[in-house]
C-alpha cells in the first residue's frame, strides 16, 4: 500500500478528528435504538422506527472515517490492528446472543424454524446475513414464515462488509489527496477537495443504485450493501469537512441546525411506513438529519446538547450495541412461551432488554474491549477465527441435520401417499368424518417440518414471475395432445398438483402463467413503486395475448387479492375496484372463445393463524389447536363475483372438501392441508384430483378439446 506524505494539521482541521469523545453521538444511538425497538415491539404505532438502523450507518460511517483519517492504515499491521479492535468492539457480543439464540430456539421454539435460524446463524457468524435475507425476500411465500430471531443481524452484516472495505478506500483516498502536499493552506484545502471528491463519488454512485435498484425490487434492495454504502459514506463526508465549516458559525445557528436533523430523524420516524420502498431517496430525510447533527456539534452550551448529554440517554448509547442485538430475538421466541404479547408483555420485553444489554456490555463488550496483553493482536485473531468457526460448524451440524430430518420425513410422506387408504386427504371430507373419523393427536402427511417444503413443482422448475414482474416464465407439465392453461398468482398455483394428476390420467398438457402477488386484472394493483405496478398490469395484457386466442382447448384460473387497488387503503372499496377489474378482464378473456373456469378460492387463515406448520409444530399432538371456523377463515373472493354473468366464464367451488359447517381442520384426512397460511401442501392438493374432475366433468371438461 503507497504511504500517505499528509501533514499533521490534518487531524486539527477535520471534524471527524477535531474532537474527543461526544455526547452528542452518544445521544444519537440513544434515538437510533430506541426507534428500532420501539418499532419492533410497538410497529403499529411507531411505524417508521426502522429508520433507526439508517442513523446508525451514519454514525459508523462518521467515527471509521474519522478514525482512519487521525491514523491512516500505513502497513499491513496497521490494517490488522485497525481491524482487530473492531472485532474485539463488535465480535464477542454478536457471537454470544447468537448462541444464546440458536440455544434457546431449540429449547422453546417449534422444529419448523429450526432449519432456518442454523441457516442464519451461519450467515450471521460470517457476516454475510443481508444477501441471505435478500435472496430470501424475492419469495413472496416467505412473508408467511414466522420471523427470524436473528434477521436484524443484516445490519450487522452490512457494516461489517463496510469496515472491510473502506480502510482500504480511505487509505488510498489520503494517498492520492496528500500525495504532494505541503503545510500550506491552499494545499491542505485542495488536499481536503480531492478527499471529499472520493467520499462524495462512493457516496453519489452508492445513492443512484439504491434509488435504482429500491425502484426495481424494494423487498431485496432493502437489505444488499451496495444500496446501503451511501449512508455510511454520508457519515464519512461530515467527518472529512474542514472543522472550520462549523467553527465559524454561531452558537444558535449551530442549534437550529441540530435541532433541524433531530426533527427529520424523528419526523421520518413517526411518518415513514414499511411499505414504502426503502431506502432510495426516502432514505435521505433521516439520514441527512443525522449528519446535521453530527455536523453541528451540540454541547453542553445548548438546550439539545445537554438533554443529549442526560445520564440516563448517555446510558442508553453506552448500552446501545447490546441493546440492539438482544431485544429482537425476546421479541420473537417469548410468544412461543407465553402466547401473543400483551402490553404489559411488551414492556416486560422493554424492561428485560434493558437490563440484559446491560449486563452484556458490563460483562461482554467491556471485557472484551479493555483487554490489553502482549499478544493482544495474535490472541484476536486466532481467538476470534476460534470462535467464529467454533459457532459456525455447530451451526452447520444443527443445519445438516434438520434438512436430513426433513428429508426423511418427505420420503415418509411419499411412501404414505402411495399407501394411501379410502380416507386419505380430500377423501374423508368427501366420506364424512363419521365414516373416517379424524385423530387431532396423530402426527400428518406431510409432518410440520416437511410440510413447508411441500409445493407444486412450479416452484422448483422456476415457473413463477417474482417481483418486479419483468420475466415471462411459461411452463409445460405433461406432454398430452389436449392444451389446458393455468393462469394467475400462488392462489392458482397451489392447483397445479391436483392438474397435474389429471393430466397423467387424461392425456394433456398443463402450461402455467404464474405471478407472484400479482393477479391479472384491468385494475392497476397498488405495489411499492409505480414499476411494479406497470409491469404487473403489462402482465396481465401479455396473458391476455397468450392464451386468448385459441391456444388452449380449456383455461383454468384463479386469484387471490394478496395486495389492494391503487391508490386505496380501504379493503372494501379495494374489493369492488378488484371486481370491477377482474370482470373486465375476464369479458376480454373469454371473448377469444377458448372456455374459462375460474377456481373459487380456497379457505384459509390469513392472519388468524400465522403459519400452519409452525402451529402444528408448537401444539404437537393437538392438530385442532391450529384449525379456524368458516365464519373466520372464508373471506370475500372478488375474483369468483366478478365471473358471474360472463359467457364462456364458469366457476368451481371445492370449499366443502376444506371446511364442514363448523369447522375448517389444518389437518383433513391425516394430510397436513396448508404449507403457510392460505397456500395448499401438494399432498393435499393431489388428493383433491378426483373431485375437481367432478366439477370439470359436470361443466362438460373433463376431457376438454
Same mark, same amino acid.
Given at each position: 500500500?503507497?504511504?500517505?506524505?499528509?501533514?499533521?494539521?490534518?487531524?486539527? /482541521?477535520?471534524?471527524?478528528?477535531?474532537?474527543?469523545? *461526544?455526547?452528542?453521538? !452518544?445521544?444519537?444511538?440513544?434515538?437510533?435504538?430506541?426507534?428500532?425497538?420501539?418499532?419492533?415491539?410497538?410497529?403499529?404505532?411507531?411505524?417508521?422506527?426502522?429508520?433507526?438502523?439508517?442513523?446508525?450507518?451514519?454514525?459508523?460511517?462518521?467515527?471509521?472515517?474519522?478514525?482512519?483519517?487521525? @491514523?491512516?492504515?500505513?502497513?499491513?499491521?496497521?490494517?490488522?490492528?485497525?481491524?482487530?479492535?473492531?472485532? *474485539?468492539?463488535?465480535?464477542?457480543?454478536?457471537?454470544?446472543?447468537?448462541?444464546?439464540?440458536?440455544?434457546?430456539?431449540?429449547?422453546?421454539?417449534?422444529?419448523?424454524?429450526?432449519?432456518?435460524?442454523?441457516?442464519?446463524?451461519?450467515?450471521?457468524?460470517?457476516?454475510?446475513?443481508? $444477501?441471505?435475507?435478500?435472496?430470501?425476500?424475492?419469495?413472496?411465500?416467505?412473508?408467511?414464515?414466522?420471523?427470524?430471531?436473528?434477521?436484524?443481524?443484516?445490519?450487522?452484516?452490512?457494516?461489517?462488509?463496510?469496515?472491510?472495505?473502506?480502510?482500504?478506500?480511505?487509505?488510498?483516498?489520503?494517498?492520492?489527496?496528500?500525495?504532494?502536499? @505541503?503545510?500550506?493552506?491552499?494545499?491542505?484545502?485542495?488536499?481536503?477537495?480531492?478527499?471529499?471528491?472520493?467520499?462524495?463519488?462512493?457516496?453519489?454512485?452508492?445513492?443512484?443504485?439504491?434509488?435504482?435498484?429500491?425502484?426495481?425490487?424494494?423487498?431485496?434492495?432493502?437489505?444488499? @450493501?451496495?444500496?446501503?454504502?451511501?449512508?455510511?459514506?454520508?457519515?464519512?463526508?461530515?467527518?472529512?469537512?474542514?472543522?472550520?465549516?462549523?467553527?465559524?458559525?454561531?452558537?444558535?445557528? *449551530?442549534?437550529?441546525?441540530?435541532?433541524?436533523?433531530?426533527?427529520?430523524?424523528?419526523?421520518?420516524?413517526?411518518? =415513514?411506513?414499511?411499505?414504502?420502498?426503502?431506502?432510495?431517496?426516502?432514505?435521505?430525510?433521516?439520514?441527512?438529519?443525522?449528519?446535521?447533527?453530527?455536523?453541528?456539534?451540540?454541547?453542553?452550551?445548548?438546550?439539545?446538547?445537554?438533554?443529549?448529554?442526560?445520564?440516563?440517554?448517555?446510558?442508553?448509547?453506552?448500552?446501545?450495541?447490546?441493546?440492539?442485538?438482544?431485544?429482537?430475538?425476546?421479541?420473537?421466541?417469548?410468544?412461543?412461551?407465553?402466547?401473543?404479547?400483551?402490553?404489559?408483555?411488551?414492556?416486560?420485553?422493554?424492561?428485560?432488554?434493558?437490563?440484559?444489554?446491560?449486563?452484556?456490555?458490563?460483562?461482554?463488550?467491556?471485557?472484551?474491549?479493555?483487554?490489553?496483553?502482549?499478544?493482544?493482536?495474535?490472541? &484476536?485473531?486466532?481467538?476470534?477465527?476460534?470462535?467464529?468457526?467454533?459457532?459456525?460448524?455447530?451451526?452447520?451440524?444443527?443445519?445438516?441435520?434438520?434438512?436430513?430430518?426433513?428429508?426423511?420425513?418427505? /420420503?415418509?410422506?411419499?411412501?404414505?401417499?402411495?399407501?394411501?387408504?379410502?380416507?386419505?386427504?380430500?377423501?374423508?371430507?368427501?366420506?364424512?368424518? *363419521?365414516?373416517?373419523?379424524? +385423530?387431532?393427536?396423530?402426527?400428518?402427511?406431510?409432518?410440520?417440518?416437511?410440510?413447508?417444503?411441500?409445493?407444486?413443482?412450479?416452484?422448483?422448475?422456476?415457473?413463477?414471475?417474482?417481483?418486479?414482474?419483468?420475466?415471462?416464465?411459461?411452463?409445460?407439465?405433461?406432454?398430452?395432445?389436449?392444451?389446458?392453461?393455468?393462469?394467475?398468482?400462488?392462489?392458482?398455483?397451489?392447483?397445479?398438483? #391436483?392438474?397435474?394428476?389429471?393430466?397423467?390420467?387424461?392425456?394433456?398438457?398443463? @402450461?402455467?402463467?404464474?405471478?407472484?402477488?400479482?393477479?391479472?386484472?384491468?385494475?392497476?394493483? %397498488?405495489?411499492?413503486?409505480?414499476?411494479?405496478?406497470?409491469?404487473?398490469? +403489462?402482465?396481465?395484457?401479455?396473458?391476455?395475448? !397468450?392464451?386468448?386466442?385459441? %391456444?388452449?382447448?380449456?383455461?383454468?384460473?384463479?386469484? /387471490?387479492?394478496?395486495?389492494?387497488?391503487?391508490? !386505496?387503503?380501504? $379493503?372494501?372499496?379495494?374489493?369492488?375496484?378488484?371486481?370491477?377489474?377482474?370482470?373486465?378482464?375476464?369479458?376480454?378473456?373469454?371473448?377469444?372463445?377458448?372456455?374459462?373456469?375460474?377456481?373459487?378460492?380456497?379457505?384459509?387463515?390469513? /392472519? &388468524?393463524? !400465522?403459519?400452519?406448520?409452525?402451529?402444528?409444530?408448537?401444539?404437537?399432538?393437538?392438530?385442532?389447536?391450529?384449525?379456524?371456523?368458516?365464519?373466520?377463515?372464508?373471506? =370475500?373472493?372478488?375474483?369468483?363475483?366478478?365471473?358471474?354473468?360472463?359467457?364462456?366464464?364458469?366457476?368451481?367451488?371445492?370449499?366443502?372438501?376444506?371446511?364442514?359447517? &363448523?369447522?375448517?381442520?389444518?389437518?383433513?384426512?391425516?394430510?397436513?392441508? =396448508?404449507?403457510?397460511?392460505?397456500?395448499?401442501? #401438494?399432498?393435499?392438493?393431489?388428493?383433491?384430483?378426483?373431485?375437481?374432475?367432478?366439477?370439470?366433468?359436470?361443466?362438460?371438461?373433463?376431457?376438454?378439446?
Amino acid at each position: 500500500m503507497p504511504t500517505a506524505t499528509r501533514p499533521v494539521a490534518l487531524p486539527r /482541521r477535520s471534524i471527524g478528528s477535531s474532537t474527543g469523545f *461526544r455526547p452528542d453521538i !452518544q445521544g444519537l444511538r440513544t434515538i437510533a435504538v430506541l426507534l428500532v425497538v420501539l418499532y419492533h415491539i410497538w410497529p403499529s404505532r411507531l411505524t417508521g422506527g426502522f429508520v433507526g438502523v439508517d442513523v446508525f450507518f451514519v454514525i459508523s460511517g462518521f467515527l471509521m472515517t474519522a478514525v482512519l483519517l487521525k @491514523t491512516p492504515p500505513r502497513s499491513g499491521r496497521a490494517f490488522a490492528e485497525f481491524w482487530a479492535r473492531r472485532i *474485539r468492539r463488535l465480535v464477542p457480543a454478536a457471537l454470544a446472543v447468537l448462541l444464546a439464540t440458536g440455544a434457546a430456539t431449540w429449547l422453546i421454539a417449534p422444529s419448523t424454524i429450526w432449519v432456518s435460524t442454523a441457516r442464519q446463524i451461519l450467515a450471521s457468524t460470517f457476516y454475510v446475513q443481508n $444477501w441471505v435475507l435478500a435472496a430470501h425476500s424475492v419469495n413472496y411465500l416467505a412473508e408467511d414464515d414466522a420471523p427470524s430471531p436473528l434477521q436484524h443481524y443484516w445490519s450487522l452484516s452490512v457494516e461489517e462488509q463496510f469496515y472491510v472495505v473502506w480502510p482500504f478506500l480511505m487509505a488510498l483516498a489520503v494517498w492520492w489527496a496528500y500525495r504532494r502536499t @505541503t503545510a500550506e493552506p491552499a494545499d491542505t484545502a485542495r488536499a481536503t477537495w480531492r478527499l471529499q471528491t472520493v467520499i462524495g463519488a462512493v457516496f453519489a454512485a452508492s445513492l443512484v443504485v439504491s434509488v435504482w435498484y429500491t425502484g426495481k425490487n424494494p423487498a431485496g434492495a432493502y437489505f444488499v @450493501t451496495p444500496t446501503r454504502m451511501w449512508e455510511l459514506a454520508l457519515g464519512g463526508i461530515v467527518a472529512a469537512l474542514p472543522a472550520a465549516s462549523v467553527e465559524g458559525m454561531t452558537r444558535p445557528a *449551530r442549534a437550529v441546525l441540530a435541532w433541524l436533523g433531530i426533527a427529520a430523524i424523528l419526523v421520518s420516524g413517526v411518518r =415513514y411506513v414499511g411499505s414504502m420502498a426503502f431506502p432510495g431517496y426516502v432514505a435521505l430525510l433521516p439520514t441527512l438529519g443525522t449528519a446535521l447533527v453530527l455536523w453541528a456539534r451540540p454541547d453542553g452550551s445548548s438546550i439539545l446538547g445537554r438533554l443529549l448529554g442526560l445520564r440516563p440517554v448517555q446510558y442508553v448509547g453506552d448500552i446501545s450495541y447490546s441493546l440492539y442485538l438482544v431485544h429482537w430475538p425476546l421479541i420473537v421466541l417469548l410468544p412461543y412461551v407465553s402466547g401473543d404479547l400483551g402490553i404489559l408483555d411488551k414492556c416486560a420485553v422493554l424492561v428485560a432488554s434493558i437490563a440484559l444489554a446491560g449486563l452484556s456490555k458490563r460483562f461482554v463488550e467491556d471485557v472484551f474491549r479493555q483487554r490489553r496483553t502482549p499478544r493482544v493482536l495474535r490472541n &484476536t485473531y486466532r481467538y476470534g477465527v476460534a470462535a467464529m468457526v467454533a459457532l459456525a460448524l455447530a451451526a452447520a451440524g444443527w443445519w445438516w441435520a434438520g434438512n436430513a430430518h426433513i428429508q426423511a420425513e418427505q /420420503r415418509a410422506a411419499e411412501a404414505a401417499i402411495a399407501d394411501a387408504g379410502p380416507c386419505f386427504g380430500a377423501a374423508s371430507m368427501a366420506k364424512g368424518f *363419521r365414516a373416517c373419523p379424524q +385423530d387431532p393427536a396423530k402426527t400428518p402427511v406431510p409432518s410440520p417440518d416437511a410440510a413447508k417444503d411441500d409445493k407444486e413443482d412450479a416452484y422448483a422448475d422456476n415457473c413463477w414471475s417474482y417481483s418486479p414482474f419483468t420475466s415471462r416464465p411459461v411452463c409445460h407439465f405433461g406432454d398430452g395432445s389436449v392444451k389446458v392453461a393455468l393462469v394467475g398468482n400462488s392462489h392458482a398455483g397451489h392447483w397445479q398438483p #391436483a392438474l397435474q394428476e389429471l393430466a397423467r390420467k387424461n392425456n394433456w398438457t398443463v @402450461t402455467t402463467y404464474l405471478i407472484s402477488q400479482c393477479a391479472p386484472s384491468d385494475t392497476r394493483q %397498488q405495489f411499492a413503486t409505480e414499476e411494479m405496478a406497470d409491469n404487473c398490469h +403489462d402482465y396481465g395484457q401479455w396473458v391476455l395475448d !397468450q392464451t386468448a386466442h385459441g %391456444q388452449y382447448d380449456l383455461i383454468l384460473t384463479s386469484n /387471490r387479492e394478496s395486495v389492494q387497488a391503487a391508490g !386505496q387503503h380501504d $379493503w372494501s372499496t379495494s374489493e369492488k375496484l378488484a371486481q370491477a377489474g377482474f370482470h373486465s378482464y375476464l369479458k376480454k378473456w373469454s371473448a377469444g372463445g377458448t372456455p374459462i373456469v375460474v377456481l373459487h378460492d380456497l379457505p384459509y387463515p390469513g /392472519r &388468524t393463524v !400465522q403459519n400452519i406448520p409452525d402451529c402444528l409444530a408448537e401444539h404437537a399432538g393437538a392438530n385442532d389447536a391450529c384449525s379456524g371456523t368458516p365464519a373466520s377463515w372464508k373471506w =370475500y373472493y372478488p375474483y369468483t363475483a366478478a365471473a358471474a354473468g360472463v359467457p364462456g366464464v364458469h366457476t368451481i367451488d371445492l370449499t366443502k372438501y376444506f371446511c364442514t359447517r &363448523t369447522t375448517c381442520p389444518a389437518v383433513i384426512g391425516g394430510v397436513t392441508v =396448508y404449507f403457510d397460511a392460505s397456500h395448499m401442501t #401438494a399432498t393435499y392438493s393431489r388428493t383433491l384430483a378426483p373431485y375437481l374432475e367432478k366439477k370439470l366433468d359436470a361443466l362438460g371438461f373433463g376431457s376438454p378439446g
